[in-house]
């Protein structure tokens, strides 16, 4: 007889966030698989975890086939620990408890309004279920429910801004108020419906027909991600899936998702969908900074611990981090920020012996990658900077202009954007995030903190999403400095693509920098003949940025310096050391190092981190501490392969680090 066997499939969350740039997170393509082939009812489908109900008389099969799915996507990643799956039997089909939830959002226990009173940054959700609590007693009383239980949901909401806990809890709350009840076997479904490829010949819709077409589907809540059908929602195929999903309103509540895009676009969408479905919207605008620390304190204080100020000073400079790749999870990474924290303080607790549960600054310092900037002032970090006595000349004289507008009400408020121009590794990054402390502490910014882009990062994927994803990007640098590098990339000429979502990038960007030009510092930094082509192509964005910064290639005795300091930082040396390392850079070919394409510091931290490399290997083999760099370390990495070749590529081509 086979029986319902309730599985747990989770994955290594540091694994899971070095894949995000996937189209589409590990767990949704594990889920679909596991749905397709051993027809599993999954629960939900989270960051980390995938839930489900298998009926089966073998456990033991069960499992090797849920392995053999997921060796089958991840073949590299057999055999180490990645993934970890529990199986438990159970004679009823209830949903497993997730103890496991440490979220604010999901107290499993409160009533369900509480839980949802307590959510954070979700009004519209929070006025749905306000609603939904108001009217149940009238359509209970006049028997015409159905009149709820037909109705679908266009969802527009980001990944990581709580999608499961909306649906979880709308479930409960249907539940609770008598509107609706689910079946034993799984209440939530998720399903994403792939783009169009008429060459594949497969039917993108055919997966979530067939949830809807088996009689155990009935009864659920399922969640349909139409992202890759945004602006192709009025056509045939499309249309002919809505008529489909008709037959089916009433037997299951329909959630359309996509993600959070601009007010016309989802109301175009909700056009499209309310032709055929009873539809209502509604959209979870992506969480400000302050939002994301309440979910933080939550999760910390449930914990049992607190955070001291300098520690939250921290935990932003970490999320600022997260950010700055373009790809963020929300709630997801704060979460993995707290437990990085958490982790850290009671790892210190046990090597000094103790029971405190206040969270320190000096304590999670390691885990930010500039820890420097957090103990020393502004222009103490400048000061230190080789090679930059000209940069900071500029840089002083422009503040002081800055600040005599500022203090004298009759002058116009001044534009603080830049420009940084020059060739890699010229030092612009790194005078740009001090340059906001140096703000900071002037009084000029309120916050001063650091968000680095690449200027392709602020472009969606989706028709819509560009312009809010730009403003949300914008917001959270507010009081603060955006730095956008490789800003040329944002640019293409009237031939370019229509598809392209740069224009529309830069048209937010330039509103936004007018609207807060006095509390928020835009830096777009590049080539100079190519940050010259885009402000030329961009009138009103070269009128924004009145200040430009230019960053010349560095000496060999900069260069030379630079190096002497990145060693000094960590290891001890010798004088011998030294005249090695400067006959080395003595040497370089002029024709090298004045090329467009030389990577300036990139070069010398890539040689400073072969010869760490190559002393680390020497003190493993002698059993012993590496605290001091030999000769012999920097002539090896000199002269290793992999480093020669980069030479002779540089002598011939130039070298783009």
Known sequence: MEKNLIFTLEADSGWILKHRSD???????????????????????????????????????????????????????????????????????????????????????????????????????????????????????????????????????????????????FADLVEELDLYHFAANGRIVEVRIPAPSPKSGEDPFAQALTLLDRGAGRGRLICIDISEWMGKTSEKEFRDFLRELEFHTGENILFFRVPFVENNVLEGLYRDLNDQLYIRKLSIVPFGNAELETVADRMIRKKGFTMQADAWEVFRERLAEEKNDGRFYGINTVRKVVCEMLYRKQLRNAIDGVEDTLVKGEEILSLIANPDTMERTGMEMLDAL???????????????????????????????????????????????????????????????????????????????????????????????????????????????????????????????????????LVIMAGYTDDMERLMKGNIGLKSRMPYQIEFPNYTREQLYEIYISMIGKTFAYDEEFKDAVKAFFDKLPTSMIEKKEFSNGRYVRNLFERTWGKAVLRCQMAGEKCRTLKVEDFTLAASDKDFQEMMDKKKQIGFTG
């Not at 393509?29 to 008389?57: E, F, N, P, V, Y």
């Not at 033991?60 to 199986?87: H, N, W």
């Not at 140096?438 to 969606?460: A, T």
């Not at 229509?498 to 529309?504: A, L, P, Q, Y």
């Open 23 to 169: 189209d589409e997170l590990p767990l949704k393509r594990i889920a679909a698989l596991l749905q397709s082939r051993l027809g599993a009812d999954i629960h939900d489908t989270s960051l980390t975890k995938c839930r489900g109900i298998l009926q089966t008389d073998d456990q033991e099969a069960a499992a090797k086939s849920i392995f053999e799915i997921v060796a089958s996507l991840f073949p590299d990643e057999e055999g180490k620990g990645i993934f970890r799956l529990t199986v438990n039997e159970s004679e009823t089909t209830e949903e497993p408890d997730d103890e496991e939830n440490d979220t604010p959002e999901a107290e499993g226990r409160q009533p369900v309004f509480e839980r949802i009173e307590a959510l954070v940054g979700v009004p519209e959700f929070q006025d749905l279920a306000e609603e939904c609590r108001r009217v149940a007693p009238v359509l209970r009383r006049n028997k015409t429910v159905d009149t709820f239980t037909s109705r679908s949901y266009l969802l527009s909401v980001n990944d990581g801004y709580g999608l499961s806990t909306i649906l979880v809890l």
């Open 386 to 520: 080789v090679g930059m006595d000209e940069v900071k000349k500029q840089l002083l004289a422009i503040i002081a202009q800055i600040e005599a507008a500022l203090e004298d009400k009759e002058l116009e408020t001044p534009c603080i954007h830049m420009r940084f121009v020059g060739n890699p590794g010229t030092g612009k990054t790194t005078v740009a995030r001090i340059l906001g402390k140096v703000l900071k502490e002037r009084g000029i910014l309120r916050n001063g903190s650091f968000f680095e882009y690449g200027g392709r990062d602020f472009c969606g994927r989706y028709v819509g999403e560009t312009a809010p994803k730009t403003a949300a990007m914008c917001r959270d640098a507010y009081g603060s400095v955006l730095f956008i590098d490789e800003a040329y990339s944002l640019y293409r000429d009237e031939n370019a693509s229509t598809n392209d979502f740069g224009r529309e990038a830069i048209d937010t960007l330039i509103a936004e920098m007018e609207n807060h030009r006095t509390d928020l």
